[in-house]
């Protein structure tokens, strides 16, 4: 979708502001925001191509004034509600309101000590042939879906060249939507700055993105 | 905990400090009660990113590569596997790939649609990288990013910007600097700041190490 959260090229940010000797997390809640995001997602009710598109499907002026962890607990809130896994008066009251359904079992610090170590692989067997090889020139294709994509605007309706096949991933744009994880063949394509930024721009700058078959096309 | 002070900071005002605090607490509280997640379970990760995973690791790989040839070329072939050797690999650390800088080449690590990174080298991302200016400039601007961060490349130095569009996580190799001859592993690992594994930096040079 073409919400706020696909920036690359965006102006008016003003400039990187790094802070020396930063901390992990800012305040307490953030640490807690982070780990109640990570435990729901080894629960298992969603997964993360849902998280991320209910994030970047909020209205773009609330996406742009939360801070970053305020931008994961108000999509876990959301997420929550979604799912059937709290009621807006809970989350108005900040507890559990009885009669409601335990859930079978929870998540333990076990698991989440394992899906750190063991993360989880977007590779699966392909289903047929990549279509590109490396070296081929393709064009991204114009597309502006109302669903969960990847393919950045910036990238759209430009033509760059396939530097590395990188597998067959779990795409984002079915997963998202509960359709199933459909895989399809990733490529590296790598597309000369001057394409995307036009004339005037820095001669010396490549962009490389990832891109699944379906948004590329033979040029 | 030593992590409850809260820093000033122009983009997050007091008031929606406390009024996310509370409303990440009443999430914790429901999740907790309703026997979704075990309270140990929230410890635990805060634990694991704020002590255990962090950019020593990355900067372990990267004074490997280079004392180790051998290692080197695999590091660049399957990264992945690499890095695995180490005992570096799991969440945001699946599929792995090592960029090259070289005196003609320079790499720089981005994710203009959220904010992917290498957890398992580097641990959780700055502030900065999540940032609105660094997912919005880096792919268009990234001799400008380079300029907030200090750094100004030669001019014709081929600047490759990476934008993290899948689930591949990509770590920049520093160049070595000069001066270093003969180091350990150890002392090399102490040159290699996180910001050189983003691309937002160069490795420190022998004189910066006090």
Redesign the interface.
């Given at each position: 979708m073409n919400g706020a959260?696909?920036?690359?090229?965006?102006?008016g940010?003003?400039?990187?502001?790094?802070?020396d000797n930063?901390?992990?997390?800012?305040?307490?809640?953030e640490?807690?925001?982070?780990?109640?995001n990570?435990?729901?997602g080894?629960?298992g009710v969603w997964n993360l191509d849902a998280f991320?598109f209910k994030?970047?499907s909020l209205p773009p002026a609330e996406y742009?004034n939360?801070?970053?962890?305020?931008l994961w607990?108000?999509t876990?809130?959301l997420m929550?509600l979604e799912y059937g896994?709290?009621t807006p008066a809970?989350?108005a009251?900040?507890?559990?309101i009885a009669p409601?359904?335990?859930?079978?079992?929870?998540?333990?610090?076990a698991?989440?000590?394992n899906?750190?170590?063991?993360?989880?692989?977007?590779?699966r067997p392909a289903p047929a042939p990549a279509l590109f090889k490396v070296g081929d020139k393709v064009r991204a294709k114009n597309m502006h879906p109302t669903y969960h994509t990847?393919?950045?605007r910036?990238a759209r309706g430009h033509i760059g060249e396939v530097v590395r096949i990188?597998?067959c991933?779990?795409f984002?744009d079915s997963n998202s939507q509960n359709l199933g994880e459909d895989p399809h063949w990733?490529y590296?394509v790598?597309f000369d700055?001057r394409d995307?930024?036009g004339e005037g721009?820095?001669p010396?700058?490549?962009?490389?993105?990832?891109?699944?078959e379906p948004y590329l096309e033979t040029p | 905990m030593a992590h409850d002070h809260h820093h000033d900071h122009d983009h997050e005002h007091g008031s929606e400090l406390s009024d996310m605090q509370l409303r990440t607490r009443a999430l914790e509280t429901i999740l907790i009660e309703k026997g979704y997640i075990d309270p140990a379970a929230i410890d635990e990760l805060i634990e694991t990113y704020e002590k255990k995973i962090g950019p020593r690791n990355g900067a372990q790989v990267v004074a490997k590569s280079w004392v180790d040839p051998q290692f080197r070329k695999w590091l660049f072939e399957d990264g992945t596997a690499a890095i695995g050797s180490l005992g570096f690999g799991g969440r945001s650390g699946n599929h792995l790939v090592a960029l090259e800088n070289t005196p003609s080449v320079h790499n720089m690590v981005v994710c203009t649609l959220c904010s992917c990174y290498p957890w398992a080298v580097l641990g959780l991302p700055p502030l900065w990288y999540k940032s609105a200016p660094y997912r919005s400039r880096t792919v268009a601007d990234p001799r400008g990013v380079l300029a907030d961060f200090g750094i100004a490349l030669p001019k014709d130095t081929e600047i490759r910007v990476w934008d993290s569009t899948a689930e591949l996580r990509y770590l920049v190799v520093p160049m070595r600097p000069a001066g270093t001859e003969g180091w350990s592993e150890e002392k090399l690992a102490e040159l290699v700041t996180r910001d050189s594994m983003i691309g937002t930096g160069v490795a420190k040079s022998p004189k910066e190490l006090t």
């Open positions: 959260a696909d920036m690359g090229g965006m102006h940010f003003g400039p990187v502001v790094p802070e930063e901390p992990v997390f800012h305040a307490g809640w640490g807690h925001s982070f780990a109640l990570m435990a729901t080894v629960a991320r994030r970047e742009l939360l801070s970053y962890y305020g607990t108000r876990l809130e929550m896994m709290a809970e989350i009251a900040g507890h559990a409601f359904e335990k859930a079978p079992q929870p998540v333990t610090a698991q989440c000590a899906m750190v170590r063991c993360g989880s692989p977007y590779n990847r393919l950045p910036y990188v597998g991933h779990v984002p990733l590296t790598r700055g995307l930024w721009s820095d010396t700058v490549r962009v490389c993105i990832e891109a699944w | -």
